[in-house]
């Protein structure tokens, strides 16, 4: 906010807000010339320099370099690849077993994500929600906030251990007279581990947006519920809930926009050649492909299809809770 | 809510709740406690099954060979230097970048805002990410981690909102007395903004202290890992030199080792944990207004 706005502002139009309640006239109506904007807001612009680099080389360049997915490119030579091919490499995953085990793969481990990660905040915060004592409740959130705080190789590594073959899991599993499991070598437990422990590291964190959005409830509708005899079921069902739907709702939105983003980093670290059956997705599957096995254009392909697919289902989220609740991202 | 529920009904669900809850405190503390007797136990108690929640067979002797290793210290110290070199740059660049989108007399701001929020949804992808940090030369360099995170866009949505709620007036008459906007930014917004920066300095901290991944792909020398990497190598198994005395078998020392490098890993967070949490909440709160 430079001298000359505030004093070419004032002069005329007082105070536009009070003066003006019409929207379309509080606008300024004389649009600004670009040249105008410049010379009165230089000094904003150039504090936006460098970050507008950051975007377009380390966000906005590798979009670009997306191209390589549909031209040959050799380690080592031009960036963009050396001639195009055309969709040759996206035919070569299209026709690949391997690629579509992988895409099984993701949409159930996103879907059973969805499904047990989404709602638990929801209930925890509830439950939470309910306890009386304030230090009791304090203390409840704050450990469960913690899983959040730790690395992805913690996590991966605390997994491990509660799981191996000496772990708690399995000293239970002797105790109850059975034989030891070595879980991660399982492709049929893979799931049940990649889910359980998501759980275990989020549930807590995600609580904190709902007891915010818990607290905005207008208490005045809980008392008309009291009044009209309702339950205290009744009062969740029917006050509670839908004072948070539209924080759940965006959250939703948020969720299905990374659904095949689905944990890479963990199944990276808890997954092994034994269980790839089940472990394999297409992140981690293209992680091998390109960076292990120097395919970058057959890697770059199958990355921007998941790329498309995660804008493709942000995007329609976004329209169906529009259309259907009237809650929408932008 | 005081009133009338006094109901037998109710009370039924504060006992359930009341277990329920303290079923999820104990599961989400349990690995923790259980990481900690490992570590301190004796190799063939743990091999045996035998810890759980208590140290079997209690020794240092972990800790020592784990400490005595110069590379996990090297590795340590590195994480701390990224983190700190890092999260410095991120901070420059998101609150110079937040401020100016809280400037909603700006021109271009729309287009601005939309620079940043479209990279939410799509990104360019691992592998034209990896051949664009390859081509820059950035490989086992502290700048393929630091340049390629210096801005996370929830971070500066977060740090908008926060500027939009300012008061203007302040801001205006500091104009009006000739101060340039860098001074206006420097002077008058950023002391009045130390809770948000506060917040996203730990955000940051926090996130590049569990970093592992772009160390993992960009760096190939011992000597420039951060102590994630070291971890994980150390729980992938592809580490060097892990036998600590000769009588055990490797597997379980590893096991040893992987316990004491985890408790050594996260002994920072938990001890800053209690003090900044509520920086944290707020954080996420102010962003959850924003959507």
């Not at chain 2, 006094?6 to 006992?15: E, H, M, N, S």
């Not at chain 2, 420097?186 to 809770?195: D, G, T």
Request: glycine share 6%.
């Amino acid at each position: 906010m430079s001298t000359t706005r505030t004093i070419d502002a004032s002069p005329d139009t007082g105070d536009p807000r009070r003066a003006r309640p019409d929207p379309a006239r509080a606008k300024r109506p004389p649009r600004r010339t670009w040249r105008q904007a410049l010379r009165r807001d230089w000094q904003l612009y150039s504090l936006a320099i460098l970050p507008l680099l950051f975007f377009v080389i380390f966000r906005y360049l590798p979009m670009i370099g997306n191209v390589i997915a549909f031209r040959k490119f050799q380690p080592g030579g031009s960036v963009l690849g050396e001639e195009w091919v055309g969709l040759r490499y996206v035919k070569m995953f299209l026709n690949d077993p391997s690629f579509w085990q992988v895409f099984t793969n993701t949409v159930v481990i996103g879907v059973l994500t969805l499904l047990f990660c989404f709602p638990t905040p929801i209930v925890l915060a509830l439950l939470i929600n309910e306890l009386r004592g304030r230090r009791i409740k304090r203390f409840v959130q704050s450990v469960s906030y913690l899983p959040h705080f730790l690395s992805m190789v913690v996590v991966a590594g605390l997994v491990m251990e509660m799981l191996s073959v000496d772990g708690p899991v399995n000293q239970l599993l002797r105790a109850a007279g059975n034989e030891p499991v070595a879980f991660l070598q399982e492709a049929g437990w893979f799931r049940t581990i990649y889910v359980s422990s998501e759980m275990w590291q989020t549930v807590g964190w995600g609580t904190i947006i709902y007891l915010a959005a818990l607290t905005t409830i207008d208490e005045q509708l809980y008392e008309a519920a009291r009044i009209d005899g309702a339950s205290r079921w009744r009062q969740v069902w029917h006050v509670t809930l839908p004072g948070i739907r539209p924080t759940a709702v965006t959250l939703l939105i948020l969720n299905i926009g990374t659904f095949m983003a689905v944990g890479f980093e963990k199944i990276l670290l808890l997954y092994n050649p034994l269980t790839y059956p089940t472990a394999d997705v297409i992140s981690t599957y293209l992680y091998r492909m390109g960076i292990v096995s120097n395919s970058f254009s057959y890697a770059a392909a199958i990355g921007l299809f998941e790329a498309v697919i995660g804008l493709a289902l942000v995007m329609s989220a976004n329209l169906i809770s529009r259309r259907t609740v009237g809650t929408s991202l932008w | 809510m005081v009133t009338v529920d006094r109901t037998r009904g109710y009370r039924v669900f504060r006992v359930v709740n009341a277990i329920i809850l303290t079923g999820v405190v104990i599961v989400t503390l349990y690995p923790f406690v259980n990481i900690v007797a490992r570590s301190l136990s004796d190799e063939f108690a743990i091999r045996a099954g035998k810890v759980n929640l208590v140290p079997v067979g209690f020794t240092f002797r972990t800790y020592e060979f784990v400490a005595s290793d110069p590379t996990f210290w090297i590795n340590y110290r590195n994480t701390l230097v990224y983190t700190v070199v890092a999260t410095a740059i991120a901070m420059v660049m998101t609150t110079c970048y937040a401020y100016v989108l809280s400037k909603k007399h700006l021109k271009g701001r729309t287009f601005l805002i939309g620079i940043a929020v479209f990279t939410m949804f799509f990104s360019g992808g691992l592998i034209p990410n990896y051949i664009l940090i390859s081509s820059l030369g950035l490989k086992d360099s502290i700048w393929a981690i630091v340049l390629p995170n210096a801005v996370s866009v929830f971070n500066l949505l977060v740090m908008k909102a926060f500027f939009e709620g300012l008061p203007a007036e302040l801001e205006e008459a500091a104009a009006i007395d000739g101060m340039s906007t860098y001074g206006i930014l420097l002077r008058i917004v950023l002391p009045l903004s130390k809770a948000v920066l506060a917040t996203i300095v730990l955000f940051y901290a926090v996130s590049f202290w569990n970093s592992w991944f772009a160390a993992f792909l960009y760096m190939s020398q011992n000597d420039l890992f951060p102590v994630t990497v070291y971890l994980r190598n150390l729980i992938a198994g592809a580490t060097t030199g892990t036998s600590v005395g000769a009588d055990a078998t490797d597997m379980t020392v590893a096991t040893n080792i992987k316990s004491v490098t985890m408790v050594l890993t996260v002994i920072p967070i938990l001890v800053v944990y209690p003090f900044v949490q509520r920086y944290f909440v707020k954080g996420v709160m102010l962003g959850a207004v924003k959507g």
